[in-house]
């Protein structure tokens, strides 16, 4: 993006950013070192800047918007030039953010929609010209990897194994982890080809309770087949199995069994909540059409036609970690992301 006092936008890996100028002739007093994580998914563009507190990171300035860059994705192969300038008008916004703090490590991450699209990589090149954000497209262990790295801290204690999942856009990670090191040991994970956008647009939309219906069991069926063969490796269930997500779909979940009328994050993070009442939830939204699903104003009409999708997954992860209780998170990749940047330990 040319020379500039401010700080550039993020490089590849973790790059270093450019430091403020320091002026001559005056005391300063030491400026805040932040560090920035940005998450471009399927469907969202999430980025996050903190600094290094006591316990973990502050959080300085975030910014989340709705892109569906995977819009289209399952049946062109591509993504789209509309999705391409929604997403390219979202990390403008991140720049714009990015240089105006004091950001001295960043890294931007890429996921599902970059991986499968067969223009990803000239998407990537064309976002670092406009944008000056060099993504790094990351493999599907690494978002699991760094799913959990974020937000392990919400499980619940025990010593036995422990299940946590991120629905996303176009993927879903599952990761199966040993909580009894001080960092979460992955012992197994896998990563489902279907998320909310994809799983919308290859199972459809009912037009009405019947068309729903089915719709809603194909979606069982697509997501169930996905995870066979992890649901095959898996260990016998422990007598109090922990299951913990991050994503969307169960905060969205979570929102509704607490009749939230906007979203509040406060309320929702570390929430526990029983399977039953997910499954409940999940059930009567699938028998919901578009319209009724966006009167409820903690879905909105931005989640409206994906969030059947998102119930139909969580209800399959249900069936194979069979907890009586699920953990939810709205904390993932990006937090992950900054634990590996800032000094301490991390993964």
């Known amino acids: 993006m040319g020379n500039q006092s401010a700080q550039a936008p993020v490089g590849r890996g973790g790059d270093q950013v450019g430091k403020a100028p320091i002026r001559k002739g005056r005391t300063r007093l030491p400026v805040a070192r932040h560090y920035a994580a940005l998450d471009l998914g399927t469907n969202n563009c999430r980025l ?77 090149e064309r976002a670092y010209r406009e944008t000056g954000i060099a993504l790094d497209i990351i ?23 422990a299940l946590v999942f991120d629905i996303g856009g176009g993927s879903t990670e599952l990761v199966l982890v040993d909580t009894r090191t001080p960092v979460p040991t992955v012992l197994d994970w896998h990563s489902a080809p279907w998320g909310v956008v994809s799983l919308t647009e290859s199972a459809g939309v009912g037009a009405d309770a019947a068309g729903r219906a089915a719709v809603y069991a194909r979606m069982r069926e697509l997501a169930r087949d996905s995870m066979a063969g992890f649901a095959a490796r898996l260990p016998r269930a422990p007598r109090q199995p922990r299951l913990l997500g991050t994503s969307g779909t169960v905060t969205t979940l979570a929102s509704v069994h607490l009749g939230l009328n906007r979203y509040d994050r406060t309320a929702v993070d570390g929430l526990i909540v029983p399977a039953s009442a ?67 330990p991390s993964a």
């Open 48 to 124: 996050l800047i903190a600094r290094p507190a006591e316990s973990g990171f502050t959080v300085v300035d975030a910014f989340s918007r709705v892109v569906r860059l995977g819009e289209g994705l399952a049946a062109t192969g591509e993504l789209s030039e509309s999705a391409i300038n929604r997403t390219l008008a979202a990390l403008a916004i991140c720049a714009d953010k990015l240089r105006r703090r004091n950001v001295v490590l960043a890294r931007s991450v890429a996921t599902e929609a970059c991986r499968r699209a067969s223009n990803g990589p000239a998407f990537i």
């Open 278 to 344: 997910m499954r409940a939830i999940s059930a009567d939204l699938a028998g919901k059409s578009v319209g009724e699903r966006a009167g409820l104003t903690c879905i909105g009409t931005e989640r409206a036609d994906l969030v059947v999708a998102g119930c139909a997954i969580l209800e399959t992860i249900l069936d194979l970690w069979p907890a009586e209780r699920l953990g939810v998170a709205d904390r993932g990749i990006r937090e992950g992301i900054l634990r590996c940047l800032m000094p301490g």
């Open 139 to 161: 493999t599907a262990e690494e978002e699991a990897r760094l799913a959990v790295l974020g937000c392990h801290i919400l499980l619940e204690p025990g010593d036995e194994p």
